[in-house]
Every structure is written in structure tokens, then in C-alpha cells.
Nanobody, 122 residues
Framework: QVQLVESGGGLVQPGGSLRRSCAASGTIFRIWAMGWYRQAPGKQRELVATFTQDGSTNYLDSVKGRFTISRDNAKNMIFLQLTRLKPGNPADYYC????????????????WGKGMLVTVSS
């Protein structure tokens, strides 16, 4: 079984920083991409940042220059450094592992962490 365990959510003042982490465990041969999504109340879940195995990264336009995603492929971990945070409604940030290969020639599945709340408020 594959499980994603997250840490690092919480309350931060505007302009402050948080660092999220996520570790995938289980019998894993390869994970094509890992990333972070967020969902505010009443809104659709949206991509924040992804990091593919070939080294490509992608960011939500509104977080470019402020958030940085990194990945440790050997440990099946990803991190998200959130800086210069802006005030707004709290949002749950979810870790995602895309196309997780658990056996040879398998197409792969998508797995999600439970999510952690990030609140930016003074």
C-alpha cells in the first residue's frame, strides 16, 4: 500500500513563510510526479506546484517567485517552501503523487495525502 504523510501546515502572519513536506511510503518502483494542490472552501482544488521525475516544475501563476518546490527522488519526498505569504481565506494544501508505479509495467496510480490547513492572518 502507498501512503503519503504530510507535515508543516499551520498559521503564519502575512509576509511570513512555511515549509511543507510530504513523504510517500510503500512498495514503489517509481513516481513520475509529485506535487502540491490546494483547496479553499467552496472552490475547486487547484495545482500549486509539481515536480516531475525528469526535473520539470510547474507553478500556479499566483505563487511564482514566492513558492519553491523541491524533490528528493531517493526518499520519495517533496517539499514546498512558501514565502511572502498573502492574507486570505484558509486553504487545505494536499500532497499528490502521480503515476506511482508499484510493479513492473504497471500504468501507475494517483495518491493523495490527507491535506493540512494553511492560514495566513494577522
Amino acid at each position: 500500500q502507498v501512503q503519503l504523510v504530510e507535515s508543516g501546515g499551520g498559521l503564519v502572519q502575512p509576509g511570513g513563510s512555511l515549509r511543507r513536506s510530504c513523504a510517500a511510503s510503500g512498495t514503489i518502483f517509481r513516481i513520475w510526479a509529485m506535487g502540491w494542490y490546494r483547496q479553499a472552501p467552496g472552490k475547486q482544488r487547484e495545482l500549486v506546484a509539481t515536480f516531475t521525475q525528469d526535473g520539470s516544475t510547474n507553478y500556479l501563476d499566483s505563487v511564482k517567485g514566492r513558492f519553491t518546490i523541491s524533490r528528493d527522488n531517493a526518499k520519495n519526498m517533496i517539499f514546498l517552501q512558501l514565502t511572502r505569504l498573502k492574507p486570505g481565506n484558509p486553504a487545505d494544501y494536499y500532497c499528490d503523487a502521480d503515476k506511482v508505479i508499484t510493479e513492473p509495467d504497471y500504468n501507475g496510480k494517483d495518491y493523495w495525502g490527507k491535506g493540512m490547513l494553511v492560514t495566513v492572518s494577522s
